[in-house]
C-alpha cells in the first residue's frame, strides 16, 4: 500500500473500471493509453499474486482473511469486463478467484452491489 491505504491492485483496478466501465456510462471515450499503463502495472502485481498463491492458498497464508476479502468489490467488477484474462490466465490467480468469488459472503456482498 502508499501513503493513501489504497493497495496497488485496487489503484490500478479501480483506474480500469472507471475508464472501461465508468466513462462509457457518461459517454465519455475510455483512455486506451491509461487502460495500457493500468493493465500494466495490474499484471505486475498479479504476477506478484501469482507467486504467494503458488505457495499459499490464500494472500495472507493458509487461511481467509480480510487480505483476500479486500480484493472482491473492484475484482467483481473487473472480472466481467473484456480484460479479464489478466486474471483468468494465471492459474494460481484465477484458482484463488474463483474460492474467494464463490463464498456465500462474497455472493452476498455481489449481490449488494447490484450490478
Request: charged share 20%; aromatic share 8%; with cysteine.
Amino acid at each position: 500500500m502508499d501513503g493513501s491505504g489504497v493497495s496497488p491492485i485496487q489503484s490500478s483496478n479501480q483506474a480500469l473500471i472507471r475508464q472501461m466501465i465508468v466513462n462509457p456510462i457518461y459517454g465519455i471515450a475510455p483512455n486506451e493509453k491509461i487502460i495500457e499503463i493500468e493493465l500494466h502495472n495490474l499484471a505486475k502485481v498479479l504476477d506478484v499474486y501469482e507467486e504467494r498463491l503458488s505457495e499459499y492458498k490464500y494472500l495472507g497464508g493458509d487461511f481467509y482473511s480480510m487480505a483476500d476479502l479486500h480484493h472482491i468489490p473492484d475484482l467483481v467488477y473487473f472480472m466481467r469486463s473484456s480484460k479479464s484474462s489478466i486474471v483468468t490466465s494465471q492459474p494460481c490467480v484465477n484458482a484463488w478467484w474463483n474460492d474467494i468469488s464463490s463464498r456465500p459472503a462474497s455472493v452476498k456482498v455481489v449481490e449488494l452491489m447490484k450490478l
